[in-house]
């Protein structure tokens, strides 16, 4: 029985259901939620809802139902059988999508896996009515008195060893596929760090990516837009580039299937060395998404990766009623931009030099002679004084770890030089 949160809370995730329909390039034309204790194992809703919601969809000329949630086969082989319609569920319209936007041939595959996995339990009965015709044959043939032969394989046996053969195959390919990328990711962090883009499918993760970059990613008010994850190097000034990856967005009640078929795509995120997390603060439900995309971290064992979380979309904020202060206490070292409007992305380019611990302060005294070391350090680090002095140039300056082994010899300790 759905108490008035609960109904709130169920009304907030039709919306996103109809978003995910539009996607999928259905237009919605009524939605319906039915009030009930407890779920009905043959319908899902009740005998009479069904009925009810099929003269509904004849006035309103709809050709599907969607349920949002993911159906028991045998749920939808029993409303099939009592209106005639075959319902999608919500899964199914998440697979849809992935099909359609997968680009390359690496997210093909992960997608057919998931279509697979979902598509196996659901195979039962699909062949019944043949299997039935031929147990009545062979009862016919055998006479009445004969012992009747075993029918050997049926179709629906048949079917699930291929779909199985299959899965075994994908995961193989998918399998070496991880180890290659376990191998350049280990090459990569002798050079890079990784920054990865996360957060809530449209919540301006590529649209962020193509500010930071200066690319041009797929762009578009739909759930997942992006399903390839896309690379590129970032510079955050004087010389130091990190690795920064745009993934898949995240989405409430991921079907667990699908998180495991990406797990090739989403290794980037266990592997990097910081989550930028982006959030539509525009969105009123932004705390719950923030809830999701922290439980499908949990699914691929990316919880403790170091995160920043982003909150993106300020420039929508004139009529909103969020209290900012509020939310600005709750996650104090969050970053407030606008990837549209390329609002204070400065200061989160600061923040990821911060968070990947790049830059130390430290003090150098480089011999006259030492010209070009000078010239690189104003090069590779961040002056912040400078001081000409008889016997050499005294500088202080924020320099990159990396760069340190260029420098290391002429660091001195102001200390023992008699200065504060």
Known sequence: ?????????????????????????????GRFIQRRKSIDKTYYVGHGFILDLKIK????????????????????????????????????????IFHEHARTGEARLQVKLAELKYEMPRLK???????NERVAATRGSSG????????????TEIDKRKIKDEINKIERILKKNLIQLETKGKLRKEKFKLV???????AGKSTLFNTLTNSSVYVEDKLFATLDSTS??????????????????????????????????????????????????????????????????????AENVKQLIVFNKIDKLQNNDHS?????????????????????????????????????????LIP?????????????????EKDFLDEGVKISALVNNQDMPYFQKFIINDAERGEE
């Not at 029985?1 to 034309?29: F, H, I, M, P």
Request: include cysteine.
């Open 196 to 202: 990865c883009l996360v957060g809530y499918t449209n």
């Open 1 to 29: 029985c759905l108490d008035n949160n609960d109904y709130l809370a169920k009304e907030k995730s039709l919306d996103v259901l109809e978003l995910l329909a539009k996607t999928a390039g259905l237009e919605t034309v």
């Open 324 to 364: 900012t202060d509020f939310v600005k206490t709750r996650y104090p070292k969050a970053v407030w931009i606008s990837a549209c409007e390329g609002i204070n992305i400065d200061e989160l380019l600061k923040k990821v030099d911060e968070s990947l611990n790049f830059a130390k302060k430290h003090s150098f």
């Open 144 to 155: 009445s008195g004969g012992a009747s032969r075993g029918m050997g394989e049926t179709q």
């Open 368 to 384: 006259h002679t030492e010209q070009k070391t000078v010239n690189l350090l104003f090069k590779l680090g961040k002056i912040i």
């Open 232 to 301: 590129k190097a970032l510079n955050l000034g004087k010389g130091k580039d990190v690795i920064l990856s745009d993934t898949v967005g995240f989405v409430a009640d991921l079907p667990h299937h699908l998180v495991a078929s990406f797990r090739a795509t989403l290794k980037e995120v266990v592997d990097a060395d910081l989550l930028l997390h982006v959030v539509d603060f525009s969105d009123d439900e932004f705390e719950k998404h923030i809830n999701d995309v922290e439980t499908v971290l949990k699914q691929i064992e």
């Open 125 to 131: 009965n699909k062949w019944s009515h043949f299997e």
């Open 57 to 96: 969809m004849d006035e309103l000329g709809a050709d599907f139902i969607i349920f949002d949630n993911e159906l028991m086969p045998s749920q939808g082989r029993n409303i099939t059988k009592l209106i005639e319609v075959s319902p999608f569920d919500r899964t199914e319209i998440i697979l849809k």
